[in-house]
Protein backbone atom coordinates (compact mmCIF):
# COMPACT_ATOMS: atom_id res chain seq x y z
CA UNK A 1 0.00 0.00 0.00
CA UNK A 2 2.31 2.63 1.35
CA UNK A 3 4.95 1.38 -1.96
CA UNK A 4 1.83 2.16 -4.47
CA UNK A 5 1.59 5.02 -2.85
CA UNK A 6 4.89 6.27 -2.97
CA UNK A 7 4.96 4.56 -6.70
CA UNK A 8 1.90 7.25 -7.22
CA UNK A 9 3.23 10.42 -5.92
CA UNK A 10 6.44 9.41 -8.16
CA UNK A 11 4.31 9.28 -10.96
CA UNK A 12 2.82 12.29 -10.20
CA UNK A 13 6.15 14.29 -9.72
CA UNK A 14 7.74 12.92 -13.29
CA UNK A 15 4.42 13.88 -15.11
CA UNK A 16 4.32 17.39 -13.19
CA UNK A 17 7.88 18.03 -13.98
CA UNK A 18 8.31 17.13 -17.57
CA UNK A 19 5.35 19.32 -18.54
CA UNK A 20 5.78 22.16 -16.80
CA UNK A 21 3.20 23.65 -13.96
CA UNK A 22 0.78 24.70 -16.10
CA UNK A 23 0.23 21.83 -18.80
CA UNK A 24 -2.42 19.83 -17.94
CA UNK A 25 -1.43 16.52 -16.75
CA UNK A 26 -1.80 13.93 -19.11
CA UNK A 27 -2.46 10.29 -18.55
CA UNK A 28 -2.08 9.09 -21.55
CA UNK A 29 1.78 10.55 -21.69
CA UNK A 30 2.37 8.98 -18.15
CA UNK A 31 1.02 5.61 -18.85
CA UNK A 32 3.30 5.53 -22.44
CA UNK A 33 6.04 6.58 -20.58
CA UNK A 34 5.72 4.29 -17.83
CA UNK A 35 5.22 1.14 -19.96
CA UNK A 36 7.76 1.60 -22.33
CA UNK A 37 11.70 1.18 -21.43
CA UNK A 38 13.88 4.41 -19.98
CA UNK A 39 17.42 5.38 -19.64
CA UNK A 40 17.53 5.46 -16.11
CA UNK A 41 16.26 3.53 -13.18
CA UNK A 42 13.82 5.48 -11.58
CA UNK A 43 14.45 4.48 -7.68
CA UNK A 44 12.26 7.09 -5.52
CA UNK A 45 10.65 11.03 -6.19
CA UNK A 46 13.61 12.70 -8.02
CA UNK A 47 16.01 9.94 -7.08
CA UNK A 48 17.24 8.43 -10.53
CA UNK A 49 19.88 5.80 -11.23
CA UNK A 50 21.66 6.53 -14.73
CA UNK A 51 22.62 3.55 -16.51
CA UNK A 52 24.99 3.05 -19.39
CA UNK A 53 24.46 3.99 -22.35
CA UNK A 54 25.84 2.22 -25.63
CA UNK A 55 25.51 3.28 -29.22
CA UNK A 56 27.00 1.78 -32.02
CA UNK A 57 27.22 3.38 -35.39
CA UNK A 58 29.23 2.96 -38.50
CA UNK A 59 30.30 6.30 -38.61
CA UNK A 60 31.57 6.71 -35.08
CA UNK A 61 31.89 3.11 -33.80
CA UNK A 62 30.73 1.90 -30.40
CA UNK A 63 29.98 4.56 -27.86
CA UNK A 64 29.78 3.73 -24.09
CA UNK A 65 28.62 6.61 -21.87
CA UNK A 66 26.28 7.25 -19.08
CA UNK A 67 23.22 8.74 -19.26
CA UNK A 68 23.25 11.16 -16.62
CA UNK A 69 25.30 13.36 -19.03
CA UNK A 70 21.78 13.98 -21.09
CA UNK A 71 20.90 15.62 -17.89
CA UNK A 72 16.87 13.90 -18.98
CA UNK A 73 16.68 15.11 -21.75
CA UNK A 74 18.13 18.93 -21.08
CA UNK A 75 21.66 18.11 -22.40
CA UNK A 76 23.48 17.68 -25.57
CA UNK A 77 26.30 15.37 -25.26
CA UNK A 78 28.77 14.34 -28.26
CA UNK A 79 26.05 14.73 -30.34
CA UNK A 80 23.54 12.82 -28.77
CA UNK A 81 19.90 14.09 -27.36
CA UNK A 82 17.49 11.91 -25.15
CA UNK A 83 13.95 12.96 -26.60
CA UNK A 84 10.82 11.01 -24.89
CA UNK A 85 13.49 8.03 -23.83
CA UNK A 86 15.28 8.08 -27.58
CA UNK A 87 18.29 8.75 -28.61
CA UNK A 88 18.90 10.99 -31.73
CA UNK A 89 21.71 12.95 -33.36
CA UNK A 90 21.36 16.39 -33.49
CA UNK A 91 23.95 18.41 -35.54
CA UNK A 92 25.58 21.42 -33.77
CA UNK A 93 22.67 23.42 -33.77
CA UNK A 94 20.61 21.10 -31.66
CA UNK A 95 18.46 20.22 -34.69
CA UNK A 96 17.50 16.66 -35.39
CA UNK A 97 19.67 14.83 -38.32
CA UNK A 98 17.43 11.97 -39.12
CA UNK A 99 19.49 10.51 -41.92
CA UNK A 100 22.16 9.74 -38.82
CA UNK A 101 19.44 8.93 -36.20
CA UNK A 102 18.23 5.96 -38.22
CA UNK A 103 21.62 4.70 -38.46
CA UNK A 104 22.54 4.37 -34.69
CA UNK A 105 21.97 1.18 -32.94
CA UNK A 106 21.36 1.98 -29.26
CA UNK A 107 22.60 -1.16 -27.07
CA UNK A 108 21.93 0.80 -23.93
CA UNK A 109 21.17 -0.77 -20.84
CA UNK A 110 18.06 0.48 -20.50
CA UNK A 111 15.73 0.01 -17.84
CA UNK A 112 14.17 -2.86 -18.99
CA UNK A 113 17.97 -3.99 -19.69
CA UNK A 114 18.89 -3.64 -15.85
CA UNK A 115 15.60 -4.94 -14.63
CA UNK A 116 16.62 -8.10 -16.97
CA UNK A 117 20.25 -8.96 -15.72
CA UNK A 118 18.68 -7.86 -11.99
CA UNK A 119 16.32 -10.99 -12.50
CA UNK A 120 18.29 -13.35 -14.52
CA UNK A 121 20.98 -12.83 -11.80
CA UNK A 122 18.06 -13.90 -9.25
CA UNK A 123 16.78 -16.38 -10.74
CA UNK A 124 20.25 -18.38 -11.18
CA UNK A 125 20.70 -17.82 -7.17
CA UNK A 126 17.06 -18.89 -6.31
CA UNK A 127 17.46 -21.96 -8.97
CA UNK A 128 21.36 -22.88 -8.02
CA UNK A 129 20.44 -22.84 -4.69
CA UNK A 130 17.71 -24.71 -5.01
CA UNK A 131 19.39 -26.95 -6.81
CA UNK A 132 22.51 -27.09 -3.90
CA UNK A 133 20.07 -28.33 -1.12
CA UNK A 134 19.18 -31.11 -3.24
CA UNK A 135 22.45 -32.18 -3.09
CA UNK A 136 22.40 -31.64 0.21
CA UNK A 137 19.11 -33.15 1.05
CA UNK A 138 19.01 -36.33 -0.90
CA UNK A 139 17.21 -38.90 -0.66
CA UNK A 140 15.54 -36.24 2.35
CA UNK A 141 12.19 -34.34 2.33
CA UNK A 142 13.04 -30.75 0.58
CA UNK A 143 13.04 -28.13 2.44
CA UNK A 144 12.94 -24.12 3.04
CA UNK A 145 12.93 -22.37 -0.82
CA UNK A 146 12.80 -26.32 -2.24
CA UNK A 147 9.71 -27.17 -1.20
CA UNK A 148 8.29 -24.06 -2.68
CA UNK A 149 9.78 -24.76 -5.80
CA UNK A 150 9.54 -28.28 -6.10
CA UNK A 151 5.49 -28.53 -6.82
CA UNK A 152 5.83 -26.03 -9.37
CA UNK A 153 8.65 -28.19 -10.99
CA UNK A 154 6.53 -31.37 -10.57
CA UNK A 155 3.92 -29.64 -11.99
CA UNK A 156 5.28 -28.54 -15.25
CA UNK A 157 7.07 -32.04 -15.35
CA UNK A 158 3.93 -34.25 -14.61
CA UNK A 159 1.21 -31.69 -15.79
CA UNK A 160 2.74 -30.12 -18.78
CA UNK A 161 5.72 -31.67 -20.30
CA UNK A 162 4.68 -35.39 -19.77
CA UNK A 163 1.27 -35.02 -20.56
CA UNK A 164 1.90 -32.86 -24.05
CA UNK A 165 4.97 -34.45 -25.30
CA UNK A 166 4.48 -37.74 -23.73
CA UNK A 167 6.92 -39.93 -21.56
CA UNK A 168 9.80 -40.64 -24.21
CA UNK A 169 10.65 -36.83 -25.64
CA UNK A 170 9.57 -34.64 -22.92
CA UNK A 171 12.94 -34.99 -20.75
CA UNK A 172 14.93 -32.65 -23.26
CA UNK A 173 12.46 -30.34 -23.53
CA UNK A 174 12.36 -29.79 -20.02
CA UNK A 175 15.45 -27.22 -18.96
CA UNK A 176 13.99 -25.08 -21.76
CA UNK A 177 9.83 -25.40 -20.38
CA UNK A 178 11.31 -25.00 -16.71
CA UNK A 179 13.22 -21.81 -17.82
CA UNK A 180 10.68 -20.09 -19.62
CA UNK A 181 7.70 -20.73 -16.57
CA UNK A 182 10.26 -19.27 -14.14
CA UNK A 183 11.28 -16.44 -16.51
CA UNK A 184 7.84 -14.93 -17.42
CA UNK A 185 6.83 -15.41 -13.72
CA UNK A 186 9.36 -13.81 -11.86
CA UNK A 187 9.39 -10.85 -14.30
CA UNK A 188 5.84 -10.64 -13.73
CA UNK A 189 6.13 -9.98 -10.47
CA UNK A 190 8.91 -7.70 -10.42
CA UNK A 191 6.67 -5.86 -13.68
CA UNK A 192 4.42 -5.51 -10.38
CA UNK A 193 6.56 -4.03 -7.81
CA UNK A 194 6.26 -0.59 -8.42
CA UNK A 195 9.74 0.29 -6.69
CA UNK A 196 13.17 -0.23 -7.66
CA UNK A 197 14.55 -3.00 -8.33
CA UNK A 198 11.02 -3.52 -10.29
CA UNK A 199 8.52 -1.61 -12.16
CA UNK A 200 10.15 -2.02 -15.47
CA UNK A 201 7.59 -3.63 -17.52
CA UNK A 202 10.07 -6.22 -19.46
CA UNK A 203 7.46 -9.17 -20.10
CA UNK A 204 5.23 -6.58 -21.34
CA UNK A 205 7.47 -5.38 -23.47
CA UNK A 206 7.42 -6.43 -27.23
CA UNK A 207 10.54 -7.21 -27.67
CA UNK A 208 10.92 -10.00 -24.78
CA UNK A 209 8.29 -12.39 -25.70
CA UNK A 210 9.79 -12.00 -29.03
CA UNK A 211 12.76 -13.35 -28.35
CA UNK A 212 10.74 -16.11 -25.99
CA UNK A 213 8.95 -17.10 -28.87
CA UNK A 214 11.44 -17.02 -31.27
CA UNK A 215 13.40 -19.64 -29.24
CA UNK A 216 10.44 -21.78 -28.72
CA UNK A 217 10.47 -21.52 -32.54
CA UNK A 218 13.75 -23.02 -32.73
CA UNK A 219 13.18 -25.64 -30.34
CA UNK A 220 9.65 -26.65 -32.20
CA UNK A 221 11.86 -26.77 -35.73
CA UNK A 222 15.34 -28.66 -34.76
CA UNK A 223 13.29 -31.02 -32.85
CA UNK A 224 10.18 -31.47 -35.26
CA UNK A 225 10.00 -35.39 -36.61
CA UNK A 226 9.00 -36.03 -39.89
CA UNK A 227 5.60 -37.02 -39.17
CA UNK A 228 4.99 -33.53 -38.70
CA UNK A 229 5.95 -32.18 -41.75
CA UNK A 230 4.00 -34.76 -43.50
CA UNK A 231 1.30 -33.61 -40.97
CA UNK A 232 1.82 -29.77 -42.50
CA UNK A 233 2.39 -30.44 -46.02
CA UNK A 234 0.33 -33.13 -46.68
CA UNK A 235 -2.41 -34.14 -44.08
CA UNK A 236 -2.89 -37.95 -43.84
CA UNK A 237 -6.27 -38.97 -44.67
CA UNK A 238 -7.33 -35.89 -46.49
CA UNK A 239 -8.56 -35.56 -50.27
CA UNK A 240 -6.26 -33.99 -52.38
CA UNK A 241 -8.17 -31.35 -53.21
CA UNK A 242 -8.63 -30.23 -49.62
CA UNK A 243 -4.66 -30.08 -49.48
CA UNK A 244 -4.53 -26.98 -51.51
CA UNK A 245 -6.77 -25.11 -48.87
CA UNK A 246 -5.24 -26.88 -45.62
CA UNK A 247 -1.27 -26.27 -46.58
CA UNK A 248 -1.37 -22.75 -46.85
CA UNK A 249 -3.09 -22.61 -43.84
CA UNK A 250 -1.16 -25.24 -41.89
CA UNK A 251 2.37 -23.28 -43.24
CA UNK A 252 0.80 -20.36 -42.03
CA UNK A 253 0.66 -22.43 -38.86
CA UNK A 254 3.67 -22.62 -37.72
CA UNK A 255 4.64 -18.70 -37.57
CA UNK A 256 1.22 -18.40 -35.84
CA UNK A 257 1.81 -20.15 -33.28
CA UNK A 258 5.11 -18.30 -32.04
CA UNK A 259 2.89 -14.73 -32.94
CA UNK A 260 0.06 -16.14 -30.57
CA UNK A 261 2.75 -16.54 -27.73
CA UNK A 262 3.66 -13.12 -28.55
CA UNK A 263 0.90 -11.59 -28.72
CA UNK A 264 -1.10 -13.17 -25.88
CA UNK A 265 2.04 -12.27 -23.31
CA UNK A 266 2.60 -8.90 -24.60
CA UNK A 267 -0.92 -7.76 -24.49
CA UNK A 268 -1.89 -9.18 -21.11
CA UNK A 269 1.28 -8.04 -19.47
CA UNK A 270 1.22 -4.47 -20.72
CA UNK A 271 -2.81 -4.28 -20.49
CA UNK A 272 -2.39 -5.07 -16.66
CA UNK A 273 0.20 -2.15 -16.56
CA UNK A 274 -1.93 0.04 -18.33
CA UNK A 275 -5.20 -0.58 -16.10
CA UNK A 276 -3.29 -0.15 -12.92
CA UNK A 277 -1.85 3.28 -13.75
CA UNK A 278 -5.01 4.16 -15.54
CA UNK A 279 -6.31 3.94 -11.78
CA UNK A 280 -3.86 5.76 -10.29
CA UNK A 281 -4.15 7.93 -13.22
CA UNK A 282 -7.81 9.30 -11.58
CA UNK A 283 -6.14 10.38 -8.51
CA UNK A 284 -4.25 12.94 -10.37
CA UNK A 285 -6.80 13.76 -12.91
CA UNK A 286 -9.53 14.24 -10.38
CA UNK A 287 -7.05 16.03 -8.46
CA UNK A 288 -5.57 18.47 -10.41
CA UNK A 289 -5.55 22.54 -10.63
CA UNK A 290 -5.22 21.98 -6.63
CA UNK A 291 -8.48 20.39 -6.24
CA UNK A 292 -6.60 18.33 -3.42
CA UNK A 293 -10.10 17.30 -1.88
CA UNK A 294 -11.08 15.97 -5.42
CA UNK A 295 -7.45 13.89 -5.25
CA UNK A 296 -8.25 12.60 -2.24
CA UNK A 297 -11.66 11.48 -2.18
CA UNK A 298 -10.69 9.46 -5.64
CA UNK A 299 -7.81 7.70 -3.81
CA UNK A 300 -9.79 5.84 -1.45
CA UNK A 301 -11.78 3.85 -3.93
CA UNK A 302 -9.09 3.61 -6.33
CA UNK A 303 -6.40 2.47 -3.69
CA UNK A 304 -9.19 -0.12 -3.07
CA UNK A 305 -8.99 -1.36 -6.91
CA UNK A 306 -6.29 -1.23 -7.09
CA UNK A 307 -5.10 -3.79 -4.61
CA UNK A 308 -7.67 -6.17 -5.98
CA UNK A 309 -6.30 -5.37 -9.71
CA UNK A 310 -2.94 -6.43 -8.47
CA UNK A 311 -3.96 -9.61 -7.02
CA UNK A 312 -5.73 -10.12 -9.50
CA UNK A 313 -2.31 -9.25 -11.88
CA UNK A 314 -0.29 -11.51 -9.62
CA UNK A 315 -2.87 -14.38 -11.03
CA UNK A 316 -2.74 -13.43 -14.52
CA UNK A 317 1.35 -13.16 -13.45
CA UNK A 318 1.30 -16.82 -13.14
CA UNK A 319 -1.60 -17.69 -15.67
CA UNK A 320 0.37 -16.44 -18.41
CA UNK A 321 3.60 -17.91 -17.59
CA UNK A 322 1.49 -20.95 -17.15
CA UNK A 323 0.07 -20.87 -20.52
CA UNK A 324 2.59 -20.18 -22.49
CA UNK A 325 4.51 -22.75 -21.24
CA UNK A 326 1.37 -25.13 -21.75
CA UNK A 327 1.50 -23.73 -25.30
CA UNK A 328 4.90 -24.66 -26.14
CA UNK A 329 4.73 -28.46 -24.60
CA UNK A 330 1.98 -28.75 -26.68
CA UNK A 331 3.83 -27.24 -29.94
CA UNK A 332 6.81 -29.39 -28.84
CA UNK A 333 4.19 -32.35 -28.51
CA UNK A 334 3.49 -31.61 -32.43
CA UNK A 335 6.69 -31.36 -33.27
CA UNK A 336 7.94 -34.88 -31.89
CA UNK A 337 4.85 -36.93 -32.35
CA UNK A 338 5.17 -39.73 -34.42
CA UNK A 339 3.31 -41.67 -36.90
CA UNK A 340 0.25 -43.44 -35.63
CA UNK A 341 -1.37 -44.23 -39.00
CA UNK B 1 2.69 1.93 -32.85
CA UNK B 2 6.08 2.76 -30.76
CA UNK B 3 4.49 -0.07 -27.81
CA UNK B 4 4.93 -2.99 -30.50
CA UNK B 5 8.11 -1.44 -32.51
CA UNK B 6 10.65 -4.23 -30.36
CA UNK B 7 13.66 -2.26 -30.00
CA UNK B 8 17.40 -3.78 -31.37
CA UNK B 9 18.84 -3.18 -28.03
CA UNK B 10 16.35 -4.96 -25.77
CA UNK B 11 16.23 -7.93 -28.48
CA UNK B 12 20.02 -7.72 -28.49
CA UNK B 13 20.37 -8.19 -24.80
CA UNK B 14 17.00 -10.48 -24.01
CA UNK B 15 18.06 -12.75 -26.49
CA UNK B 16 21.87 -12.90 -24.62
CA UNK B 17 20.51 -13.06 -21.12
CA UNK B 18 17.89 -15.58 -21.93
CA UNK B 19 19.92 -18.10 -23.70
CA UNK B 20 22.64 -17.52 -21.11
CA UNK B 21 20.24 -17.90 -17.82
CA UNK B 22 18.70 -21.52 -19.96
CA UNK B 23 22.38 -22.47 -19.79
CA UNK B 24 23.86 -22.17 -16.94
CA UNK B 25 20.14 -23.28 -15.02
CA UNK B 26 20.41 -26.35 -17.55
CA UNK B 27 23.92 -26.97 -16.25
CA UNK B 28 23.57 -26.18 -12.37
CA UNK B 29 19.76 -26.28 -11.96
CA UNK B 30 17.42 -28.01 -13.69
CA UNK B 31 19.90 -31.01 -14.21
CA UNK B 32 20.54 -31.44 -11.03
CA UNK B 33 16.94 -30.99 -9.92
CA UNK B 34 15.47 -33.45 -12.50
CA UNK B 35 18.24 -35.93 -11.45
CA UNK B 36 17.38 -35.70 -7.42
CA UNK B 37 13.93 -35.82 -8.51
CA UNK B 38 14.07 -39.02 -10.34
CA UNK B 39 16.55 -40.53 -8.04
CA UNK B 40 14.20 -39.89 -5.03
CA UNK B 41 11.33 -41.30 -7.30
CA UNK B 42 12.91 -44.37 -8.29
CA UNK B 43 14.33 -45.19 -5.04
CA UNK B 44 9.99 -44.75 -3.23
CA UNK B 45 9.17 -46.51 -6.01
CA UNK B 46 11.86 -48.93 -5.47
CA UNK B 47 11.32 -49.07 -1.56
CA UNK B 48 7.76 -49.52 -2.72
CA UNK B 49 7.79 -52.54 -4.18
CA UNK B 50 10.34 -53.87 -1.71
CA UNK B 51 7.22 -53.11 1.04
CA UNK B 52 5.49 -54.99 -1.72
CA UNK B 53 7.77 -58.12 -2.14
CA UNK B 54 8.40 -58.15 1.62
CA UNK B 55 4.47 -58.17 2.28
CA UNK B 56 4.12 -61.15 -0.13
CA UNK B 57 7.28 -62.69 1.41
CA UNK B 58 5.43 -62.11 4.88
CA UNK B 59 2.14 -64.09 3.70
CA UNK B 60 4.04 -66.57 2.38
CA UNK B 61 6.01 -67.19 5.73
CA UNK B 62 2.45 -66.95 7.25
CA UNK B 63 1.19 -69.31 5.10
CA UNK B 64 4.07 -72.27 5.72
CA UNK B 65 4.01 -71.50 8.93
CA UNK B 66 0.33 -72.27 9.60
CA UNK B 67 1.10 -75.60 7.24
CA UNK B 68 3.83 -76.47 10.03
CA UNK B 69 1.57 -75.82 12.82
CA UNK B 70 -0.77 -77.76 11.52
CA UNK B 71 1.06 -80.74 10.81
CA UNK B 72 3.14 -80.17 14.66
CA UNK B 73 -0.87 -81.01 15.40
CA UNK B 74 -0.75 -83.40 13.58
CA UNK B 75 2.15 -85.11 14.76
CA UNK B 76 1.34 -84.59 18.28
CA UNK B 77 -1.95 -85.96 17.75
CA UNK B 78 -0.14 -88.93 16.41
CA UNK B 79 1.82 -88.95 19.02
CA UNK B 80 -0.74 -88.64 21.61
CA UNK B 81 -2.10 -91.21 19.77
CA UNK B 82 0.68 -93.83 19.83
CA UNK B 83 1.50 -93.17 23.19
CA UNK B 84 -2.26 -93.55 24.16
CA UNK B 85 -1.61 -97.06 22.07
CA UNK B 86 1.30 -97.64 24.15
CA UNK B 87 -0.12 -97.16 27.49
CA UNK B 88 -3.02 -99.63 26.68
CA UNK B 89 -0.79 -101.83 25.76
CA UNK B 90 1.52 -101.52 28.46
CA UNK B 91 -1.31 -101.45 30.85
CA UNK B 92 -2.79 -105.08 28.95
CA UNK B 93 0.56 -106.82 29.21
CA UNK B 94 1.12 -105.58 32.87
CA UNK B 95 -2.35 -107.14 33.20
CA UNK B 96 -1.51 -109.95 31.67
CA UNK B 97 1.35 -110.38 33.62
CA UNK B 98 0.08 -109.49 36.67
CA UNK B 99 -2.76 -112.50 36.21
CA UNK B 100 -0.39 -115.35 35.45
CA UNK B 101 1.58 -114.32 38.22
CA UNK B 102 -0.81 -114.48 40.23
CA UNK B 103 -2.42 -117.14 38.87
CA UNK B 104 0.46 -119.56 39.45
CA UNK B 105 1.27 -117.95 43.30
CA UNK B 106 -2.56 -119.26 43.25
CA UNK B 107 -1.63 -122.74 41.90
CA UNK B 108 1.12 -123.11 43.67
CA UNK B 109 -0.73 -121.84 47.13
CA UNK B 110 -3.05 -124.15 46.05
CA UNK B 111 -1.10 -126.82 46.08
CA UNK B 112 0.99 -126.01 48.77
CA UNK B 113 -2.42 -126.21 50.63
CA UNK B 114 -3.71 -129.07 49.29
CA UNK B 115 0.32 -130.76 50.28
CA UNK B 116 -0.33 -129.18 53.77
CA UNK B 117 -3.33 -130.90 54.25
CA UNK B 118 -2.36 -134.01 53.11
CA UNK B 119 0.25 -133.36 55.68
CA UNK B 120 -1.95 -132.98 58.23
CA UNK B 121 -4.56 -135.21 57.25
CA UNK B 122 -1.33 -137.92 57.38
CA UNK B 123 -0.26 -136.77 60.48
CA UNK B 124 -3.97 -136.40 62.07
CA UNK B 125 -4.28 -139.65 60.98
CA UNK B 126 -1.27 -140.97 62.31
CA UNK B 127 -1.83 -139.61 65.88
CA UNK B 128 -5.21 -140.81 66.03
CA UNK B 129 -3.85 -143.92 64.80
CA UNK B 130 -1.48 -143.92 68.27
CA UNK B 131 -3.91 -141.80 69.97
CA UNK B 132 -6.47 -145.26 69.28
CA UNK B 133 -3.71 -147.62 70.05
CA UNK B 134 -3.31 -146.06 73.37
CA UNK B 135 -7.09 -145.30 74.07
CA UNK B 136 -7.05 -149.03 73.00
CA UNK B 137 -4.31 -149.89 74.97
CA UNK B 138 -5.75 -148.21 78.30
CA UNK B 139 -8.79 -149.91 77.80
CA UNK B 140 -7.34 -152.99 76.94
CA UNK B 141 -5.45 -152.40 80.31
CA UNK B 142 -8.68 -152.00 81.57
CA UNK B 143 -10.76 -154.49 80.33
CA UNK B 144 -8.40 -157.14 81.26
CA UNK B 145 -7.97 -156.29 84.71
CA UNK B 146 -11.45 -157.33 84.37
CA UNK B 147 -11.98 -160.96 83.38
CA UNK B 148 -15.25 -161.44 82.99
CA UNK B 149 -15.84 -158.45 80.80
CA UNK B 150 -12.48 -159.02 79.17
CA UNK B 151 -14.52 -162.57 77.94
CA UNK B 152 -17.57 -160.56 77.11
CA UNK B 153 -15.42 -158.66 74.97
CA UNK B 154 -13.78 -161.45 73.26
CA UNK B 155 -16.95 -163.27 72.70
CA UNK B 156 -18.97 -160.67 71.01
CA UNK B 157 -15.68 -159.55 68.76
CA UNK B 158 -15.93 -163.11 67.16
CA UNK B 159 -19.75 -162.93 67.40
CA UNK B 160 -18.97 -160.07 65.29
CA UNK B 161 -16.50 -161.52 63.00
CA UNK B 162 -18.61 -164.38 62.38
CA UNK B 163 -21.28 -162.00 61.51
CA UNK B 164 -18.77 -161.11 58.46
Redesign the interface.
Known sequence: MIALLMSSSAMAGSGHDTDGANVPFSPSELI?HH???AHSLHIVGDIALPLPI?IYSSAKGLEVFSSSNFHHGEATYNGYRLEHEHIIVVDSEDNLDEAATAEI??????K??AT??FG?IL??II??S??KS??RN??KAPSGLQSFV?PI??FI?DDIAKASIGEKHY?KF???L??IFF?IWVFNIIGLIPFFPGGANVTG????P???A??TFFYIIRNSGKAYWIHIFAMPGVPTWVLFILTPIEILGIFIKPLVLIIRL?ANI?AGHIVLLVFFCLIFLFGDGGNAGGGFGTAVPVMAFTIFINCLELLVGILQAYVFTFLAAIYFGMAVAEEHH | MELITPQIGLLFWMTISFLTLMFILKRFAWGPIMGALKEREDSISEALDQARLAKEEMDKLHSSNEKLLEDAKAERNEMIKEARELKDSIVAEAKEKAKEVTDKEMISARENIAREKTAAVSEIREQVALLSIEIAEKILKEQLSDGDKQKQRAEDMLKDLELN
Not at chain 1, 105 to 110: E, K, M, Q
Not at chain 1, 205 to 208: E, K
Open positions: MIMDIIDFSITNVLLVLIFTVAYVEGEILRAMPFLSFNIAVIVLLVFT
